[in-house]
């Protein structure tokens, strides 16, 4: 079995703004052995580091991230709504996190938000991306949006994709090779040993969110999990030093 590794939730959200370079820098410090981010798509057709479609919670902005420029983006402050020694944080492009993640040997989980619905060609332009940096080994491409992963297959079927979901899917195995994805990512409470094992068996990863409380974490990780996402990679991987 493979130990468990450590995905850093929007970076280590617990720690610096969420899907902030310095959130980021954080997880790699503490030798995270994976970053989770969400991508949205600019007006001027960025890619654009960010959970929700608007920058209004974790940013002094507002507005659609589909309704602004770059520049737009880029002027406004992501992260003093965490605490004021984070001002000067900035709303990353994919570009500049995959620039940090450069020569590390490291699991990229890119979640695609809203996809084919506002953000028409992001499937496209995220593979030329991640292709482009060298990265398609290492990365896993995952979306509440399966349609979003089947074009992501469509487009190029090396790009491994996995659903994210939170309730209700009977045989997730089943239903994950019916879409051609390589994994499942469900929320925490729908992850048991079985689910576990038979998704193993059908050559499936399993990388659960969002763990943040060590009794979970340890329940996962336990569960013999591929991977957990977490706010908290510290936690994650004190876990695994004591196993
Ligand atoms: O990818 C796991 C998790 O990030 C999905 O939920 O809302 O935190 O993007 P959310
Ligand atoms: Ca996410």
């Not at 983006?73 to 993640?101: C, H, M, Y």
């Not at 991306?129 to 979306?143: A, R, W």
Request: net charge neutral; aromatic share 10%; charged share 25%.
């Amino acid at each position: 079995m493979k130990a468990t590794k450590i995905i850093a939730h929007r970076g280590a959200s617990g720690y610096a703004p969420e899907n902030t370079m310095k959130a980021f820098e954080i997880a790699l410090d503490l030798k995270a052995h994976g970053i989770e981010l969400d991508l949205h798509m600019s007006s001027d057709g960025q890619l654009i580091v960010c959970h929700d479609e608007r920058v209004d919670r974790t940013t002094n902005g507002s507005g659609f991230i589909r309704d602004l420029t770059l520049k737009e983006i880029k002027a406004l402050d992501a992260g003093s709504w965490f605490g004021s020694k984070f001002k000067n944080q900035r709303v990353p492009t994919l570009q500049e996190v995959l620039d940090l993640l450069r020569n590390r040997d490291l699991l990229l989980n890119i979640e695609l938000k809203s996809g084919p619905i506002f953000y028409p060609n992001i499937e496209r332009e995220v593979i030329k991306v991640i292709e482009d940096y060298g990265l398609m080994e290492n990365t896993i491409i995952s979306s509440f949006n399966h349609y979003s992963l089947l074009e992501v297959k469509r487009i190029y079927n090396r790009v491994k994709t996995a659903p994210l979901y939170m309730a209700g899917i009977v045989s997730p195995w089943k239903y994950a090779m019916d879409i051609g994805a390589d994994g499942i990512h469900p929320y925490f409470y729908n992850v048991t040993p079985e689910l576990v094992k038979l998704s193993a068996e059908k050559g499936l990863f399993v990388n659960t969110f969002t763990v943040n409380e060590p009794q979970y974490l340890k329940y996962a990780i336990d569960c013999g999990i591929s991977g957990v996402i977490t706010n908290y990679p510290d936690r994650g991987l004190a876990i695994l030093k004591e196993r």
